[in-house]
């Protein structure tokens, strides 16, 4: 396809994904049956009808009387947001493998920085109300993966997708949030730090939904096949026997993608959605290394990695290999190393605030 032919297409994609009622699977009719994009638009309501239906080609032919395509196109370019078309180079090709591929993606962010063919990008998931251990988890294998080279994408939402996506910019990577909603609203509300912090550092937000778009309870399911779709994989953290996670997860299985799972106490009820996954033939995580054996990634450990760069002292580099074994209390790091309590307790704080080393809830210290 042209330039010319493209950016002529461009007003209909954005037509065809603000009418209500025209989704992907009728879209890719009108395209069949039109043969091009412009004419399917453009075309009468009685040659509509016996493709979408009399309700549905009425409807759209009310929408289109009253929509302004112009007009749109200009409201994109102001709020600084890119409208990628399925033949858009930009588009993720993964995408293009779904049956129901989004029509179009309205993104927030540098698409031109991504190159969708060599990277190697990764879902983490999970529930909204993670226990301690699934926090800890998510930021973990989010760090970890992000400093292996990995690109995490999730959801946005409070809980484990806000962490999966704060871990992945402590590490200092980009990061990708699919939405279900249009990419100017910010949901929920109290994540808007992680939102203009994944912009900041090249990351995107990117939806299928208008700008303007509403959150309703039943994109977040539509939102899940792009989060797989766009991904080699799905690592589960926590989720309730009926989490989101699982529906994730099972669209990453139709779409021939891998599914990871990371086991967590039978005694939990966030437990049931990963433990059910593992017993239908989910690849098990227990550290980082496993999910990176799926992208062919053999490492020295990433952590060892990330301390080789910090310049670390003497008494740091004590205490790392220590918590590298166990969680241990300040006073059994100080019998430990047989070192001064003041020393320790300040060796302990700098650590903190390099991000190395964390104070668990039951007060010991753990390598983060």
Known sequence: MSMKKYLDDQPYYLGFSHCYGIGPMRYKKLLEVFGDLKIAYHAKQEQLSPILGFKIAADFCRFRAGFDLEKKLLELEKKEITLIS????????????????????????????????????????????????????????????????????????????????????????????????????????????????ILK?????????????????????????????ISAGVLVIEGAKDSGALITARYAAEQGREVYAVPG?????????????????????????????????????????????????????LIIKLLEKETLLIDEIIIRTQLNALIISQQLSNLEIKGLVEKARDGKYQIK
């Open 86 to 197: 399925q033949v858009d180079p930009h588009y993720p090709p993964q995408l293009l493998e779904l049956i129901d591929a989004p029509i179009c993606l309205y993104v927030k962010g540098k698409i031109n920085l991504y190159d969708w063919k060599n990277m190697m990008l990764l879902a983490v998931v999970g529930t909204r109300q993670p226990t301690a251990y699934g926090k800890q988890l998510a930021k973990k294998f989010a760090f970890e993966l992000t400093q292996a080279g990995v690109t995490v994408i999730s959801g946005m939402a409070i809980g484990v997708d806000a962490l999966a996506h704060e871990g992945a910019l402590q590490a200092k990577g980009k990061t990708i949030a699919v939405l279900g909603c249009g990419v100017d609203m910010i949901y929920p509300p109290s994540n808007r730090w992680i939102y203009e912090k």
């Open 201 to 229: 550092n090249n990351g995107l937000i990117i939806s299928e939904f208008p700008p303007g778009h509403l959150v309703m309870k039943g994109l977040f399911v539509a939102r899940n096949r792009i989060i797989s779709g």
């Open 265 to 317: 106490p039978i005694s939990s009820s966030l437990s049931a959605a990963p433990n059910s996954l593992l017993k239908q033939g989910a690849a098990l995580v227990s550290e980082t290394q496993d999910v990176l054996n799926g992208f062919g990634i053999k490492t020295v450990s990433i952590k060892k990695k990330l301390y080789l760069n910090q310049n670390l002292s003497n008494t740091e580099t």
